[in-house]
């Protein structure tokens, strides 16, 4: 069965210093990957995907993740964060292989607060 | 143009009342998802469709009824609301019904129920 865990519930950071969020995953299959960001009272948007291409996968606005087959993480980062950076982060796993029916699991959430 | 909308953006009805949630999409997509965001923020899928067919059938009460009158539409409807019902509803798009390709979101409905 497929899993996913964020690591941390709430991260702060300050304008201008490095982001990482932290996400494990359990698959029986070769997973696909995904980061989602919801900014207040707006629907999800996607970051980033991974699907067994490149481990280092880069995304939108500055955000890239790597795929650790061997830690089975996928852990979101960005250099510099910006103060539009604060909102909801969720990692998503999604199995393929037999029987799948294209569920994803959504992590419980990131929120990362940036303080200027 | 909006790619996924839905509509109300908020709605508030006393408990066993029955409402319903409308979605449609013009990204000529055939698979279309209903998640529900808890106070939690906690997302779960509650249904899919691909191509008006049933795909996902999470464990939802059978008070919820998701239809599908064509592939750009995905309603939502909902009887005997309870107050357990309260929670953010997310209408969803993909061009892939296998989990693969991202999803596109709708800019969720509130529901309160009193």
């Known amino acids: 069965a497929q899993s996913v865990t964020q690591l941390d519930s709430h991260v702060s950071v300050s304008e201008g210093t490095p982001v990482l969020l932290r996400c494990n995953y359990s698959?029986?299959?070769?997973?696909?990957l995904f980061w989602y960001v919801q900014h207040p009272n707006k629907g999800l948007q996607l970051l980033l995907k991974?699907?067994?291409?490149?481990?280092l996968v880069k995304g939108i606005n500055g955000f890239e993740a790597e795929f650790k087959k061997s830690e089975t993480s996928f852990h979101l980062t960005k250099p510099s964060a910006h103060m539009s950076d604060a909102a909801e982060y969720f990692c998503v796993v999604s199995e393929r292989g037999s029987g799948n029916t294209g569920k994803l699991i959504f992590g419980q959430g990131t929120t990362l607060q940036v303080k200027p | 143009d909006t790619a996924v909308s839905q509509t109300p953006k908020y709605l508030v009805t006393q408990m066993g009342n029955d409402k319903s949630i409308k979605c449609e999409q013009n990204?000529?997509?055939?698979?279309m998802y209903w998640y529900k965001q808890d106070s939690k923020k906690f997302l779960k899928i509650m249904f899919s469709?691909?191509?008006?067919?049933?795909?996902i059938n999470e464990t939802v009460p059978n008070r919820f009824s998701p239809k599908s009158p064509d592939k750009a539409h995905l309603n939502l409807h909902i009887n005997s609301l309870e107050l357990g019902d309260s929670a953010v509803y997310f209408c969803?798009?993909?061009?892939?019904?296998?989990?693969?390709?991202?999803?596109?979101f709708g800019s969720g409905t509130q529901l309160s129920v009193l």
């Open positions: 991974y699907t067994s291409a490149a481990t």
């Open positions: 990204l000529g997509h055939d698979t």
């Open positions: 698959s029986s299959y070769s997973p696909s």
């Open positions: 969803a798009s993909s061009q892939d019904w296998q989990g693969r390709e991202k999803l596109f």
């Open positions: 469709y691909n191509n008006k067919e049933l795909i």
